[in-house]
């Protein structure tokens, strides 16, 4: 069998897994689209101030711009930083095909958990908050490209990380600093000049643009940089990431498993359970 | 080509710590090899070394007929790993994960028929990590063996296990390596173990091949010295010997006659090993 299928198998059992595990599931589900719900029913139908476009319909763009993100530069390097901590990755490395196949399935389960988030959220804002519908074209390449744009960093930065237990605490606080100065909660024109050119260096403030071109009328593109939505601009700068990504997480993810040991895991397993 | 593992001059140290000062060895295609020494002898490092984990610090290495260093997948599809500790995929079901990990091989074993083999049939629908310890060293062996490989490295297989398990372990490696001609090398510190099991032993002191040989040559080489005793004058004597017999002659003949409470005590072979391993220390 091939390694694409042998993956997606695998990251479809992943998704699996996770569903039978009803906390983790409520955990993930409740986390971005619980906030978003109770958002929506408190302060969603007044308009954004001096414009007639709905709260509700701003942050919808700005919700799935992060559920994106989140998943592919928080949730996936912890997994990753899980996945070898336990042995996991060892074991499929000392397995033929088993870095590529590992890599698609954890690609796998992400999209899935994407799509199942960016779903509810555009659901529960149509249903619940009034939203106006978006363009839907727009909407699905965005994400789709979004998506490739952080996942393949994602796992690089997975690499990256000494444990599992860190990861979230190194993790933590830039990603919340990147979603403030990033434009998706607030318009990025109210932030100093430097701030801006840092947030547009980011994948994270061009997910958000392209997602706000699909929601917001062109009566919005005064609180944008440059006063336009730059469509290309926006594939070139996501696309950019997801080639970068593509590039470094391989070899990233061959490093972090070539120093890897049965003795070595264990050692750390027991430096784990003492600390 | 008949040999699977050949090993020449292998050294490793850890920064200032050698840990193998040069070690031979040669294992022979179809082979059930036992690597035996106490905790702290170099064990997983060596049999970490010819997995392809670790680099060395000299000494040749073929595997296969390759370089574990340069070992690629079609190498790796050969070889079955049995790590000391494993703890991945706790989330997995039994059966899905032997099934899922098959699938990476072109010839895997029937997930059904190598669950029955290792006993793990009831556990099928089981959470890995909900499995007791000896249950999960058999699914690591399980996931060891699904690609039918030409090599199988066991790393301490049985440490953990109860009486029973051990004995039913023994005859799983027995079984494989008669029916399917698999080369195995296995490391433990068990001297009963590696008798039972092994074609041949390398007993591993302190990073050098102490001894090596099959179980019966070995009991010969490192046959210790045997304790006779008597009663002489009212007194109780004692003497060890390599030859227990001409003492015992030589007593008859001065007490010209049977010798108060002789008792000769040849040591068993585990207490041989130890004294080996003591002298080494
Ligand atoms: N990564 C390492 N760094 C430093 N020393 C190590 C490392 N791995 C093993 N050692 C040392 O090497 C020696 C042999 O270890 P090991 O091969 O695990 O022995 P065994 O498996 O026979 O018990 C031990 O003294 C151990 O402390
Ligand atoms: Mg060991």
Redesign the pocket.
């Known amino acids: 069998m091939n390694v694409l299928w042998i993956g997606v198998k695998r990251g479809w059992a992943e998704n699996l897994h996770v569903m039978k595990d009803r906390r983790e599931l409520v955990t993930q589900l409740v986390g971005t689209v619980g906030v978003f719900a109770l958002l929506l029913v408190w302060m969603g139908d007044k308009p954004v101030r001096g414009t007639d476009v709905s709260n509700g319909t701003f942050m919808t763009a700005g919700f799935l711009a992060f559920t994106v993100f989140s998943a592919g530069l928080m949730s996936l390097p912890m997994m990753i930083s899980a996945d070898r901590e336990d042995g996991t990755l060892l074991r499929l490395r000392i397995m033929p095909r088993g870095i590529p196949v590992y890599l698609v399935g954890r690609g796998v389960t992400l999209l899935c958990q994407i799509t199942v988030q960016c779903a509810l959220i555009l659901g529960v804002g149509v249903a619940v908050g009034g939203v106006t519908a978006p363009h839907w074209a727009t909407v699905a390449w965005v994400v789709a490209l979004g998506t490739l744009a952080v996942v393949p960093l994602g796992a690089a930065i997975g690499c990256l990380m000494p444990s599992p237990k860190s990861a979230g605490a190194i993790l933590g606080l830039p990603m919340m600093a990147l979603m403030v100065v990033s434009g998706v909660m607030i318009p990025v024109t109210v932030m100093p000049e430097v701030v801006q050119w840092i947030a547009q260096a980011f994948p994270l403030y061009w997910q958000g643009l392209g997602l706000r071109s699909a929601f917001l009328p062109d009566s919005m593109l005064a609180a944008e940089i440059a006063g336009s939505w730059r469509p290309a601009f926006t594939a070139a700068v996501l696309g950019g990431w997801a080639l970068a990504g593509i590039l470094l997480a391989p070899v990233l993810l061959r490093r972090a498993t070539r120093r890897e040991s049965g ?2 895991l264990a050692e750390r397993r027991l430096a784990a359970q003492a600390a | 080509m008949s040999t699977a593992i050949e090993v020449r001059g292998l050294r490793m140290s ?2 200032a ?1 050698d ?1 193998l000062r040069g070690i031979d060895l040669d294992i022979p295609r179809g082979e059930v090899f036992a690597l035996l ?1 106490p ?8 049999i970490e070394i010819l997995e392809g984990f670790r680099g060395r610090s000299a000494g040749e290495v073929q595997v296969l007929g390759v370089d574990p260093e340069r070992g690629g997948d079609a190498w790796r599809a050969r070889l079955g790993m049995v790590l000391q500790t494993w703890h991945d995929h706790r989330r997995w079901q039994v059966r899905e994960l032997v099934a899922h990990l098959g699938s990476y091989y072109d010839d895997p074993r029937d997930p059904d028929e190598l669950l029955a083999a290792l006993g793990l049939t009831e556990q099928a629908a089981q959470r890995v990590g909900l499995l007791s310890g000896g249950q999960r060293r058999r699914l690591d062996v399980a996931l060891g063996i699904v690609g039918r490989p030409d090599l199988l490295f066991l790393d301490e297989p049985t440490t953990g296990f109860d009486p029973e398990a051990r004995q039913e372990f023994h005859r799983l490696i027995e079984k494989l390596a008669a029916d399917e001609g698999m080369t195995v090398l296995l ?1 433990t510190h068990d001297l009963v173990e590696a008798e039972r099991l092994a074609g041949r032993i390398a007993i ?1 002191v302190d990073g050098r091949i102490a001894m090596h040989g099959a179980p019966a040559d070995l009991a010969r080489a490192v046959q210790a010295q045997s304790r006779v005793r008597w009663v002489e004058d009212g007194e109780e004597r004692a003497r060890a010997t390599d030859d227990p017999s001409a003492l015992a002659w030589e007593l008859h003949r001065r007490f010209d006659g049977p010798v108060p409470g002789l008792e000769v005590r040849r040591p068993s072979l585990e207490e041989s090993y130890l004294d080996l391993v003591g002298r080494a220390a």
């Open positions: 003795s070595r | 850890y920064g710590a840990v020494g905790n702290g002898a170099g064990k997983t490092t060596t490391t591993l």
